[in-house]
């Protein structure tokens, strides 16, 4: 339930500089944006080096977040000081001629941004890519991630149960599939998320916060496993540690070792902007 609307009368009386802290206090936090999984971002160019048909991810085709930013119409200060926060989060405007109303909207950043694939979008979202492969009418075919690719994915909680879990999908995610990830955060309360509405507009704004308490998953190549969790109980007398060994394929693979970088896993919830 929203807070009560609150009237601050003294507020134009205060001086300018305290009233300035209180506005950038006062506009929306920007510290997880959440982008939504999207079919057919993939397009087809034709390569003058390599020869026949590449297929790049287009992360422009990622439908925008879009959310609301009541504190633009308070006055021309407050204004200002959204203005301001809107250049440095790389925020777009629009006039929304339906609802005669100011619509803020951001691109996906794959360098930044996390991209959330739901339970119900996971199949597709695997075998989307091998459906671009060779056809009659293809001299030749080359395939790759448009660099620098996902660093950051979401994924419905869910997928640690059962045969999602079984399958060692993590492997394939951190490994030759996507190099370029870094994080994997597995949402808890996907039940909670905006759903896409029925006349194709894009979903309100949503972010993702750490679960308090939760454990948090760190690659150790030399132990080619993730560490954390132990002793801590996912459900049903297994414990966190083994949950996500099961998921990662497992200790004994090296398939890991030579990508370099940080990976990490995290349980987050997902709130509205």
């Not at 959310?67 to 959204?82: G, H, K, Q, W």
């Not at 597709?124 to 030749?140: G, I, K, N, Q, S």
């Not at 370029?180 to 597995?186: A, D, E, H, T, W």
């Not at 996500?244 to 896993?265: F, K, M, N, Q």
């Amino acid at each position: 339930m929203s807070a009560p609307a609150v009237n601050f009368p003294l507020f134009p009386l205060l001086p300018a500089e305290l009233r300035l802290l209180i506005l950038e206090e006062a506009v929306s936090k920007f510290e997880r944006p959440l982008y939504f999984y999207r079919a057919n971002c993939w397009e087809k160019r034709r390569s003058g080096e390599y020869g026949g048909v590449i297929y790049d991810f287009n992360p422009r085709l990622v439908d925008d977040a879009r959310f609301d930013i009541p504190l633009f119409s308070v006055n021309r200060e407050a204004r200002d000081v959204v203005l301001r926060w809107m250049e440095r989060h790389g925020i777009k405007m629009c006039f929304n001629t339906t609802t005669q109303s100011f619509l803020f909207r951001r691109p996906f950043d794959p360098k930044s941004d996390i991209y959330f694939i739901s339970l119900d979008d996971w199949p597709a979202f695997l075998v989307e890519p091998m459906e671009r492969l060779p056809r009659p009418d293809h001299e030749a075919f080359a395939f790759r991630w448009m660099e620098p690719g996902f660093t950051q994915l979401a994924l419905d909680w869910n997928m640690l149960a059962g045969a999602h879990r079984r399958s060692g999908f993590l492997d394939g995610l951190f490994g030759f599939n996507h190099p370029s990830l870094r994080k994997v955060f597995f949402v808890v309360n996907p039940e909670d998320m905006p759903k896409q509405e029925n006349d194709g507009n894009l979903r309100d704004g949503c972010q993702l916060e750490r679960v308090p308490d939760s454990p948090t998953f760190t690659w150790n190549n030399k132990r080619n496993r993730f560490d954390g969790g132990e002793g801590m109980y996912y459900s049903d007398g297994l414990l966190w540690d083994k949950v996500i060994i099961e998921a990662s394929g497992g200790v004994d693979d090296d398939g890991w070792r030579w990508l370099p970088g940080h990976r990490e896993i995290q349980l987050v919830r997902a709130t509205k902007m």
